[in-house]
């Protein structure tokens, strides 16, 4: 399987109607975990480089809720850029893929579902340990 493959692009569906949109995630049916943590990030913008880590142990969901930013993921051997653009999609990310998110527009705001309660003790926040425990280095 590619890299892309191993994270592929969700789309959501949509229940709106003409009231507005209205988008359902449900942990372990439109995406591939139970749901344990939520975060979002804002007010970053297009200077900022955020993520630079891989995690041992969680496995994550990113959607842009508004605005826009990128993701560019690597497994140390393939690499690929995501846009996130739209809050009906998002994009998996399984355990041990390093992440950089990035272009941030002034309005995005960046929601992640998470597989784990946190624990920083799972990050990989060292490129070149990254390397080592994929074997690369
Ligand atoms: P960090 O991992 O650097 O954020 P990002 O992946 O968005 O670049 O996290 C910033 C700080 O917040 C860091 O001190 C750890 C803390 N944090 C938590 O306590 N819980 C969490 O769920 C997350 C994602 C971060």
Not at 51 to 67: C, D, W
Request: hydrophobic residues 40%; glycine residues 8%; charged residues 30%.
């Amino acid at each position: 399987m590619t890299l892309q493959e191993r994270c592929p692009i969700l789309h959501f569906g949509d229940l709106g109607d003409e009231r507005g949109k209205l988008v359902v995630i449900e942990g372990g049916q439109a995406i591939p975990f139970e749901i344990k943590r939520v975060f979002y990030i804002y007010d970053s913008d297009a200077t900022v480089v955020r993520g630079q880590h891989a995690n041992r142990e969680s496995e994550f969901v990113l959607i842009n809720v508004a605005g826009k930013s990128k993701v560019r993921i690597t497994d140390g051997k393939e690499e690929f850029v995501a846009v996130l653009d739209r809050p009906m999609m998002g994009i998996y990310i399984p355990k041990m893929v390093w992440k950089d998110m990035y272009d941030f527009s002034p309005d995005s705001v960046l929601l992640v579902l998470a597989s784990t309660h946190y624990d920083g003790g799972e990050y990989i926040r060292d490129y070149d340990t990254y390397l080592q425990e994929m074997g690369i280095k």
